[in-house]
Antibody
Framework: QVQLRESGPGLVKPSQTLSLTCTVS??????????WSWIRQPAGKGLEWIGR???????NYNPSLKSRVTISVDTSKNQFSLKLSSVTAADTAVYYC???????????WGQGTLVTVSS | QSALTQPASVSGSPGQSITISCTGT?????????VSWYQQYPGKAPKLMIY???NRPSGVSNRFSGSKSGNTASLTISGLQAEDEADYYC???????????FGGGTKLTVL
């Protein structure tokens, strides 16, 4: 079955760019049925939708993050990526990648990766 | 787009049924039959329990059911078991630039 795994630095300095990659295994990221999503969760808090990308390259972003977010896909590597610029301590969270359907539900999820923003 | 509204906590005894509500607006929950529910244990990734209001993915117990009325969706867990103690989140498609919105989460305690 499809599995997803996040990777990237666990520590990012304030004002710098957070970069994460999600590697998809057990299935093709080029499947026409699915979107590929990023969601985050600050410690002790709820889930926040970051955005998603279709394999065509079409994207949707959370308006509250849109000016700082870029999601891209690399079908040759079966990966998709997240870049979040100008980070602050408020961006410290566990970041999840997930496969989703156009109607919004997501399944499965990656295990999540903690990113801490600190100098 | 504001987050969907869920109760912070609910509780129930083993064998009982509980319902968790998820209130949105006419532009998300009320406008689309695209509400999903997730179960999350501490330190673990969320797991899809219900999609498109009332559909259960393969492998999810039929003790979990979903429904919707107007701007409010609900998750009902019947025959409550100790293993159901977890956080539960709802989510809705919005059809706008926001795309998808989550609820604030509900902590379920099995007494």
């Amino acid at each position: 079955q499809v599995q997803l795994r996040e990777s990237g630095p666990g520590l990012v300095k304030p004002s710098q760019t957070l970069s994460l990659t999600c590697t998809v295994s057990g299935g093709s990221i080029s499947s026409n049925s699915y979107f590929w999503s990023w969601i985050r969760q600050p410690a002790g808090k709820g889930l926040e939708w970051i955005g998603r990308i279709y394999t065509s390259g079409s994207t949707n972003y959370n308006p509250s993050l849109k000016s700082r977010v870029t999601i891209s896909v690399d079908t040759s590597k079966n990966q998709f990526s997240l870049k979040l610029s100008s980070v602050t301590a408020a961006d410290t969270a566990v970041y999840y990648c997930a496969r989703g359907y156009w109607s919004g539900w997501v399944d499965p999820w990656g295990q999540g990766t903690l990113v801490t923003v600190s100098s | 787009q504001s987050a969907l509204t869920q109760p912070a906590s609910v509780s129930g005894s083993p064998g009982q049924s509980i319902t968790i509500s998820c209130t949105g607006t006419s532009t998300d929950v009320g406008d689309y039959n695209y509400v999903s529910w997730y179960q999350q244990y501490p330190g673990k990734a969320p797991k899809l329990m219900i999609y498109d209001v009332s559909n259960r993915p393969s492998g999810v117990s039929n003790r979990f059911s979903g429904s919707k009325s107007g701007n409010t969706a609900s998750l009902t867990i019947s025959g409550l078991q100790a293993e159901d103690e977890a956080d539960y989140y709802c989510s809705s498609y919005t059809g706008s630039s926001t795309d998808v919105v989550f609820g604030g989460g509900t902590k379920l305690t099995v007494l």
